[in-house]
Antibody, heavy 120, light 108 residues
Framework: DVQLVESGGALVQPGGSLRLSCAASGFDFNTYTLHWVRQVPGKEMEFVSA????????YYADSVRGRFTISKDNARHTVVLQMNGLRHEDTGMYYC?????????????WGRGTQVAVSS | SSELTQDPDVSVALGQTVRITCQGDGFRNYYGGWFQQKPGQAPLLVFSGRDTRPSGIPDRFSASSSGDTATLTITGAQAEDEAVYFCSSRNTGNHPYVFGRGTKVTVL
């Protein structure tokens, strides 16, 4: 079965850093694009970042570009989101999801998410 | 960027049909996706593209699109269908895709 399991969420002060990980299993990890999507309660899901199947081309939302870095380790079947310079507005549930390509709205498997809270 | 508009809440009697709509410019040229989300669970893709129902999704779930509006239909709603349903579509802005805010479906 396809599984995506996120970890690393925590309470952190503004300006701090977090490293989110997504461990994947049950599919050919090397052939899929991996995404991070976040949700604030009462608001829509929001694209945060994605990385192509080869792990060579990252994509970022304007709101996180320059602060967040996504990486994909095809040997270890993990995708990591390094989050620096965290802001209150980065608070939310962060989900890992997969798709065949970046330019699609079809994320066919998701994890359960990991909670990030940015507060002093 | 494009926005997707969904009604916040809808209720349906057990065994009846409910239609959930999602409005946005992206649907004029692209078939998006529909997701089911229950509390504490991972979002689940229930329909995608023009006519694709993922393996394991009951055939009471179907979808259609006309103009700028996509519709998810649950024919013969069951108690286990009670959830939030949100839509997705490709985006015309910098982000590759956008999502609707979700419609909470209550099965009475």
């Amino acid at each position: 079965d396809v599984q995506l399991v996120e970890s690393g969420g925590a309470l952190v002060q503004p300006g701090g850093s977090l490293r989110l990980s997504c461990a994947a299993s049950g599919f050919d990890f090397n052939t899929y694009t991996l995404h991070w999507v976040r949700q604030v309660p009462g608001k829509e899901m929001e694209f945060v970042s994605a990385i192509n199947s080869g792990g060579t081309i990252p994509y970022y939302a304007d709101s996180v570009r320059g602060r967040f870095t996504i990486s994909k380790d095809n040997a270890r079947h993990t995708v990591v989101l390094q989050m620096n310079g965290l802001r209150h507005e980065d608070t939310g549930m962060y989900y890992c999801a997969r798709s065949y390509v970046v330019t699609t709205a079809i994320l066919d498997y998701w994890g359960r998410g990991t909670q990030v809270a940015v507060s002093s | 960027s494009s926005e997707l508009t969904q009604d916040p809440d809808v209720s349906v009697a057990l065994g009846q049909t409910v239609r959930i709509t999602c409005q946005g410019d992206g649907f004029r040229n692209y078939y998006g996706g529909w997701f089911q989300q229950k509390p504490g669970q991972a979002p689940l893709l229930v329909f995608s593209g023009r006519d694709t129902r993922p393996s394991g999704i009951p055939d009471r779930f179907s979808a259609s699109s006309s103009g700028d509006t996509a519709t998810l239909t649950i024919t013969g709603a069951q108690a286990e269908d009670e959830a939030v349903y949100f839509c997705s579509s490709r985006n015309t802005g910098n982000h590759p895709y956008v999502f609707g805010r979700g419609t909470k479906v209550t099965v009475l």
